[in-house]
């Protein structure tokens, strides 16, 4: 009855034997059914709820957050923010989700997420209420007063930093709000049950709300029904955007033009990273060989075919705009045909009230992939965590491929390579890099990784 457990050695993971047939559309049973989802469940059960006894006048003050960037860095920063209200015994108010200039959207918590579902499964947890006092005399400038902000706040800070730092300012001045706020809680310093109630937020509390929640599963059906008859599909995170190639610094195929235009485009945007651009080169190849350079739409495709997926594989693609246009996905679309958006599925009016904000786009992407028979991430990210967080708290038996970047630099730069030794070396290498279950190693991410934490043994 040991659970199937994985057993790391420097990168490589050692995984027990499995009698299960391989399958290129699922993890084998006998590797997961050791393991289930307990983020639920409370250490302790409270006479009433938590929200019940902690009155306006017992709590220690009140605490709002500013959640920038994309969905799933809000997300996150959702997820810490109630496990620091937790941590110093204060109030939350619903957070404000603020987004940068590459997004330029203003959506609002109510306008992604069911407010009252997220108050109410917390009540055992945490005090939340949707808006700011109305006896705050500067409401209107909780976010920008610098009295009322907490600042500077180190990254993976530990749970007693927090009430050494912060508790004390929320006491003085009864509402504070932390800025910037996203990774600014760490995981092996803070007690267990904190790190069990950010999953419980993410898993339980945070619910889209029914339409698109809806409009997911329509997208899904149809990706399942393309061809008249029920199949699997993948999913593919695809990060090849301008901006991602960019702060990348990794050099990528392209003529004279398109590398002098990308170039200045770094030079304007990373003026103190690019200085003169002459170290560049070295520092591209570095990076290409450690497998830190996202992988091109064409390398993505040489890795599905190594692992046996069929030209007729369904593929659903989540991502922004290509750098390269149809010409960097050309060998991608030739190698895998069945290549389909979201905009591919659904029609302009039924996509039109989504158009509305940026964020409910991304979460229709979001539940899509999720809910993939495998998903497939070409580099790192926030998305691409949650959601392999999320298919492994399901259970571990829905595939979730990380290519093996470094063996894809080596063995393209390769020409002695035959294409027999290198299927051989992509199945090796990805044997176990599908989602199987790993225990929670320090400094590793509970968003990508909830086992030790948020999993129990069945």
């Known amino acids: 009855n040991r659970p199937y457990l994985c057993r790391k050695d ?22 997961t059914k050791s393991w289930r989802p307990c983020a639920e469940e409370r250490a302790s059960k409270h006479i009433g709820s938590f929200a019940s006894f902690l009155s306006e006048d017992e709590t220690n003050g009140y605490l709002g957050i500013h959640a920038e960037g994309g969905l799933n860095q809000q997300r996150i920063a959702i997820c810490n923010a109630v496990a620091v209200a937790r941590i110093m015994n204060v109030t939350l108010i619903i957070p404000l989700m603020k987004q940068d200039q590459i997004w330029k959207d203003k959506t609002r918590f109510e306008d992604v997420f069911d407010v009252d579902h997220f108050i109410e499964s917390l009540k ?16 209107g400038d909780l976010y920008t007063s610098l009295k009322r902000t907490v600042k500077n706040i180190p990254k993976y800070a530990s749970a007693q930093w927090y009430l050494d730092n912060v508790l004390p300012r929320i006491k003085e001045k009864r509402v504070m709000a932390l800025k910037p706020f996203v990774d600014r809680l ?8 904190i790190n069990k109630l950010r999953c419980r937020v993410n898993y339980h509390a945070l619910k889209f709300l029914p339409h698109i929640e809806e409009m997911a599963d329509v997208l899904v059906s149809r990706m399942r029904n393309r061809t008249g008859l029920l199949k699997p599909y993948m999913a593919l995170h695809l990060r ?15 003529n004279r033009e398109e590398k002098a235009m990308m170039a200045a485009y770094r030079k304007k945007e990373w003026p103190r990273r690019f200085k003169n651009g002459s170290h560049l080169w070295r520092q591209a190849l570095l990076k290409r060989k450690e497998g830190r350079c996202p992988l091109e739409p064409a390398e993505v495709g040489v890795v599905l075919m190594a ?16 750098y390269g246009g149809e010409n960097r996905m050309s060998p991608l679309r030739n190698m895998f045909p069945n290549l389909v958006r979201k905009d591919d599925l659904a029609t302009k009016e039924e996509l039109k009230p989504f158009r509305q904000h940026v964020t409910s786009l991304a979460a229709l992407d979001f539940l899509v992939c999720v809910k993939s028979d495998v998903f497939v991430m070409t580099h790192g990210g926030n998305f691409a965590k949650l959601v392999i967080g999320t298919r492994r708290y399901m259970g571990h038996e829905l595939k979730s491929i990380k290519p093996d970047k470094s063996l894809m630099a080596k063995a393209l730069g390769d020409p002695t390579l035959g294409w027999p030794a290198f299927v051989d070396q992509v199945a090796s290498t990805h044997e176990f890099r599908t989602g199987l279950p790993e225990p929670t190693f320090p400094g590793f991410d509970i968003y990508e990784n909830p086992l030790s934490h948020c999993m129990c043994r069945a």
């Open 124 to 139: 055992d947890d945490v005090r939340i209420v949707k808006d700011i006092p109305s006896w705050l005399p500067d409401k």
């Open 10 to 31: 420097g990168v490589m993971l050692h995984c027990p034997p499995v009698s299960d047939t391989p399958s290129l559309w699922h993890n084998p049973k006998s590797a």
């Open 186 to 193: 760490g995981y092996d310093n803070v007690p267990a049950e």
């Open 240 to 254: 090849f955007e301008k901006g991602m190639v960019g702060l990348s610094f990794c050099d990528f195929v392209g």
């Open 307 to 322: 692992k046996g997926y069929p030209k007729e594989t369904q593929i659903y693609v989540a991502s922004g705009q290509v």
